[in-house]
């Protein structure tokens, strides 16, 4: 039987925090996590409560923190526009002094740490598919600098730490993904599309709608940062997890109104600043290294997120901003 471990996920009750945390708890190892609920709620993480393995704790990552860990995923941080933008001074700290303080803690109890880095760090590229050798194309004063150049610092942080002070780190550059406990007010093409389908509302797309985005299914996903996690430990990333599967935002919103059968309509909204045009992931290092790749395709995983949200009563969650 594999050793049990101490694993500490921050950003731990977000989308994909609770569903690692849930994969980690199957295994049998002892699971912190911790969360300030900024995106979040305790909802997500209700069913996990009374497992005598699993520990919540509510705490600002960008204020230091102390935990005996053997493993750090570390998850949090704003994830959609809307929300990262919300306080841009905010996500920056959350960005910085978060690699900053799970990296003391690495270092410390030589802990092993993964950073959940973004396809954001690519900014609009020119380069498509986006490979993880692409130093990408942010623009660092625009209202996304807050979380692109947020998660480029960290991405710096962590090979500074793993060079100077040999911590064992692993960075995944994480491509638009999605699923059940999306946060249904997070703003993000997926979540809007489906809320705005089943409640009759206008399907609202930005700009042509021809700009293109790879959607990865939540299992998927986590499957990926757990094999990053238990992989070589020479093999450090970055590496790009995510579909390859390229769709434009208009074929995804049609896509949404044939799987729910709503009668909502198409309506056209300005583009925000810096869209980016186009991404796609490049997976081949994932492949070669980790033998991972996505199985869900976006049918099949739209159809069970969409089963989710029509299980869910939509007033118990608060939209967490003004911004979606
Ligand atoms: P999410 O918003 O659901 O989860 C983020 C979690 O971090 C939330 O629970 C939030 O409350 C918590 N958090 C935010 N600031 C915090 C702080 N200062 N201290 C403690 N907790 C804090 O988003 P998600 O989609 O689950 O994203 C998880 C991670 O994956 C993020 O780091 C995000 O940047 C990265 N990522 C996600 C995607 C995606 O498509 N889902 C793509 C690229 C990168
Ligand atoms: N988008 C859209 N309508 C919405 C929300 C988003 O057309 O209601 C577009 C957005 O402009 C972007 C794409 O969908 O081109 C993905 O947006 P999201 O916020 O999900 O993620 P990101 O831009 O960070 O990839």
Not at 6 to 13: D, I, S
């Amino acid at each position: 039987m594999a050793s049990i471990k101490r694993v500490l996920v921050t950003g731990g009750a977000g989308f994909l925090g609770s569903h690692l945390c849930e994969r980690l708890l199957d295994r049998g190892h002892d699971v912190i996590c911790l969360d300030n609920f900024f995106t979040s709620q305790k909802t997500n993480v209700a069913h996990l409560l009374d497992r005598p393995n699993f520990e919540l704790i509510r705490h600002d990552i960008t204020q230091p923190i102390w935990l005996e860990v053997d493993e750090i995923f570390n998850l949090a941080c704003p994830a959609s526009p809307g929300h990262y933008q919300y306080n841009p001074i905010k996500t920056t700290k959350t960005s910085v002094l978060g690699a900053m303080h799970v990296l003391g803690m690495a270092r410390r109890c030589k802990a092993k740490v993964l950073q959940a880095s973004t396809s954001e760090v690519y900014g609009d590229p020119e380069v498509h598919p986006q490979t993880e050798s692409y130093r990408g194309s942010v623009n660092p004063i625009g209202p996304r600098a807050c979380y692109d150049e947020g998660k480029r610092m960290a991405e710096t942080l962590f090979m500074d730490y793993h060079r100077m002070n040999r911590v064992n780190i692993r960075i995944v550059r994480i491509f638009n993904t999605y699923g059940e406990r999306m946060h249904p007010y997070d703003g993000r093409v997926v979540s809007n599309f489906i809320r705005q389908a089943l409640t009759g509302q206008d399907i609202t797309i930005f700009g042509e709608g021809e700009q293109t985005r790879s959607f990865c299914y939540r299992d998927d996903l986590v499957e990926g940062l757990l094999r990053m996690m238990d992989g070589p430990d020479d093999f450090v990333g970055p590496v790009n997890l995510g579909n390859p599967g390229e769709f434009t935002i208009r074929e995804l919103a049609n896509l949404v109104i044939e799987l729910t059968g709503t009668k909502s309509k198409l309506v056209q909204r300005p583009l925000p600043a810096d869209d980016p045009t186009r991404r796609r992931p490049d997976i081949a290092l994932a492949k070669q290294r980790l033998h991972w790749e996505p199985k869900v395709p976006l049918r099949e995983g739209l159809a069970r997120t969409i089963a989710w949200f029509r299980s869910i009563d939509l007033s118990d969650y608060r939209p967490p901003t003004a911004n979606y």
